[in-house]
């Protein structure tokens, strides 16, 4: 029985080990590639050369047409502002959808199930001619501010994991505050908002990560303007037909530092989805 | 009638705002009705000037915009257009001069802008007559009238709600109702690349564009069925293979024996802490025709030193190649899902169970699985319909090809959504696009209806409160 066990756990071991060496290995080939000294695209062999780290410094050299430093900037600040308005825009959504009875409600709630049936960039092409139409693709600085506005104009729809948290936190504490004098008003800003830390922190991460690794609307509304470009679409551009031979590696290094900061928050929020997922209050 | 009765002693006795706006047209006096066609008039008069004069503004607004702009635009709307442009030769320069012409595609959004407008007056030509109700039945009770200031007040009370929601609302429809109706109605028009504004006008043709995507015989027919039963492929394939692996990894992980399960776990979610574009293209180059798979086979003599196994040209093998590597996203997201759940099940079943006398098989098959079907079937049905609209992984990995000339402009492993984009960002088959659009959603609504509607979080939302 104990031999039995035994074998059965190192059998398991081995697997394990093996399929998280498969798991990590295109990580590894990322990191490899990030590092190599041979430009050039394709190698007839795996293993690298020579290393070196001028990929990561030649990605801070702007040249005309790749200019790393600037589209990662381009991106902080779109992330920054679209992230503030599509939180608040959540909240106050699901907010009135867990706790606020009035009439709206549930046709609000099922008006939201279908909008999200149809597929997303069915009405890009809409949005860029509104938007076209409205005069916000005129210059680099107005398709960013675009891009903002579509990055967080239909925040709002996004209410279901902010509200399920809100339903969890118990009505009596919210009637204690009413009892106390509290308008309700009071009682979102200082009662509810407070205790809602992990959902909070959940909502500003994932909507900070989109614009980081949306490339569609980003490329539809920018076009050319590589000036203006986010950090994937300006990634992608390296890997177009012309620059290929030149950047590969210099792609990879890119590829290595976005992720990091990336793979850093992704981790974070796993710990606040279990927390907001396991309710406000512990019981 | 027991029920009738019951609202009626509601209503009346109920504070004047829960009133409908059908109450309000029966019960109202003639001057609330009059405040459904001059806003405001009720508040004016009862002395609530603010109020009133701001409705009343509203709508002047829209008188004027009606007037100005409105009229023509509905009028352009329902014709789309009659001028076409025009090229005249200018003998004197010696060049073409073009004549501006109608512009189909802008009649068709300031329509649907004016639409929305016109929605947006008469929902607030109903809040008008509701609001001059309110002050009737307030006047005829001897209650307080509202001032101004005690409507600004109310915000934070019993109309929070408005507060909260107005501004997300107003992005909504900005952002997706006014452009979805605008796709919706390209759907039924023949807005392609032949019919491409300002050159050219397009017109309605009704239900055109479905028949020849749905019929027989066309070869957007050919390439729609195909790429249909390849999609709902993909996305059985992508979801059950997904959620069966990904759940014998969290169990592997989970159970007594296995040590370090921290470090494990952490090994899987790394590849999706990446992100998509980053591990997928990097996946595509790995599976390239000269990438490192095809390098290391060649070295290990399994293929000749110039050959190389087409991963993503030969349709099959595309295929297949696409759900495996979608396995390599796929099944940590599972195992990060499911492991939470295990650790929920609660102990005393499997104690129970112990006393009981099963066996560990037996209390896997009797009580782990059916749990985790349980808990499982929403995230199921959410990560099928995901799989149907799952872009990243075929755009960024195949990009749906390898191409084919059986098609209209779709490759082997197009799904509807990636044809969907390629038809109106490369091909500008707008039309065609918003008819695919609109066949995703009929697919996922009735896909949602069957299940959706069945969850215990859709029946029992206040279950926890």
Known sequence: ?283 | MGALKKRKFKTTSGRPSDASIWEAFRKGNALTRCSLFIFGLGNILNKQFVRGFLFLAVEIAYLCYMALFGIRSIGNFITLGTVEQGKTYNEALGIYEYTAGDNSMLFLLYGVITLVLSLAVIFAACMSMKSAYCTQVRKERGMHIPTFRDDLLSVREENIHTALLALPIIGIIVFTIIPLVFMILIAFTSYDHEHQPPGNLFSWVGLENFKTMLGQGSKLARTFWPVLSWTLIWAVFATFSCFILGLILALLINRKGTRFKGFWRFMFVLSIAVPQFVSLLSMRTIFNANGPVNVLLRELGMIGMTESVPFFTDPTLAKITIIVINLWIGIPFTMLSTTGILQNIPAELYEAAKIDGAGTLVIFRKITIPYIIFVMTPNLITSFTGNINNFNVIFLLSGGGPDTLDYYYAGKTDLLVTWLYRLTITQKDYNLGAVIGILVFIILATLSLLTYRHTGSYKDEGAFQ
């Open chain 1, 1 to 283: 029985m104990k031999a039995r066990r035994f074998i059965a756990n190192t059998f398991v071991h081995i697997l394990l080990a093996v399929l998280s060496f498969i798991w990590v290995l295109p990580i590894f080939y990322v990191i490899l590639t990030s590092f190599r000294k041979e430009t050039g695209s394709y190698k007839s062999y795996i293993w690298p050369r020579g290393f070196t780290l001028d990929n990561y410094v030649n990605l801070f050299k702007p040249t005309s047409q790749i200019d790393f430093f600037r589209w990662f900037t381009n991106t902080l600040v779109i992330a920054i502002f679209s992230t503030v308005i599509a939180a608040f825009f959540v909240l106050c959504v699901s907010y009135c959808m867990s706790r606020l009875k009035f009439k709206m409600r549930k046709p609000f709630m099922n008006i939201a199930l279908i909008l999200g049936m149809f597929p997303g960039f069915m009405s890009m092409i809409a949005v860029y001619y509104i938007l076209k139409g409205l005069g916000f693709l005129e210059t680099g600085i107005l398709k960013q501010v675009a891009l903002v506005m579509v990055y967080s104009g239909g925040a709002g729809l996004g209410f279901y994991m902010a509200k399920g948290f809100f339903d969890t936190i118990p009505k009596t504490i919210d009637e204690a505050a009413y009892i106390d004098g509290a308008t309700k008003w009071d009682t979102f800003l200082h009662v509810t908002i407070p205790m809602s830390k992990p959902i909070i922190t959940y909502t500003l991460l994932t909507t900070f990560m989109g614009p980081w690794v949306d490339y569609i609307f980003a490329k539809v509304i920018m076009g050319n303007d590589t000036k203006y470009y986010t950090i994937a679409i300006g990634l992608w551009t390296m890997l177009e037909k012309e620059y290929i031979e030149t950047f590969y590696t210099q792609f990879y290094a890119g590829c290595v530092l976005i992720s990091i900061p990336i793979a850093i928050l992704f981790l974070l929020t796993q710990r606040y989805y279990v927390e907001g997922l396991s309710g406000a209050v512990k019981g």
